[in-house]
């Protein structure tokens, strides 16, 4: 391994399928800033807006040459941060409702079995307790496998095609300027 080897790989634009747009950097970076921890300038990527030393020239997120290809730039976009926002508010959004979907179940199978047995149907003490190890234990395993899981799962694909679109959309206007 010479430390010529990055310099031979091609720069990339960050729209591709094995890229992921936001460096963890760069979303830590968009996290703190909206939390008023943490100051907007800095030295970012002027293709991938990840945040990068001073005395870099080379991205090493997305292999972008600040002299060759895109200069640094101070902030990033606030276009960027906005698809960030709207990725990780889509994200939450159908995790939500996973796990709702997921206590609604809870609730409404756990009724079931209740009513479901003669013996509960008749002997309402036993019935509650039935009914709340039952809401204990479905609630927390259902929330928790249908958001954590599907939702988990599903929110992040849906997320990450409407940010490839944003992002592709917004490298239009910028490559076009
Ligand atoms: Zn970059």
Not at 1 to 29: G, I, K, W, Y
Not at 123 to 135: F, K, R
Not at 146 to 171: H, M, N, P
């Amino acid at each position: 391994m010479s430390m010529e080897a990055p310099q031979e790989q091609r720069f990339r634009p960050p729209v591709t399928a094995d890229c992921p747009l936001f460096s963890q950097r760069l979303e830590e970076h968009l996290i703190a800033v909206s939390r008023g921890e943490a100051p907007a300038k800095g030295r970012f990527c002027g293709n991938c807006y990840h945040p990068v030393a001073r005395e870099t020239d080379r991205c090493p997120h997305c292999n972008n040459h600040f002299v060759e290809d895109r200069a640094t730039v101070d902030v990033v976009p606030d276009e960027i941060t906005e698809i960030l926002r709207r990725q990780r508010k889509t994200e939450s959004t159908i995790v939500n409702s996973f796990a709702f979907l997921g206590v609604l179940i809870a609730v409404i199978g756990g009724l079931g079995v209740v009513l479901g047995i003669p013996y509960l149907r008749d002997n309402l003490l036993p019935a509650t307790i039935v009914y709340a190890v039952i809401l204990l234990i479905g609630v927390r395993g259902l929330a928790g496998f249908l958001g954590g899981y599907y939702g988990d799962r599903i929110g992040y694909e849906r997320a990450r095609r409407a940010t490839v679109a944003s992002w592709k959309d917004f490298e239009a206007i910028r490559d076009a300027a």
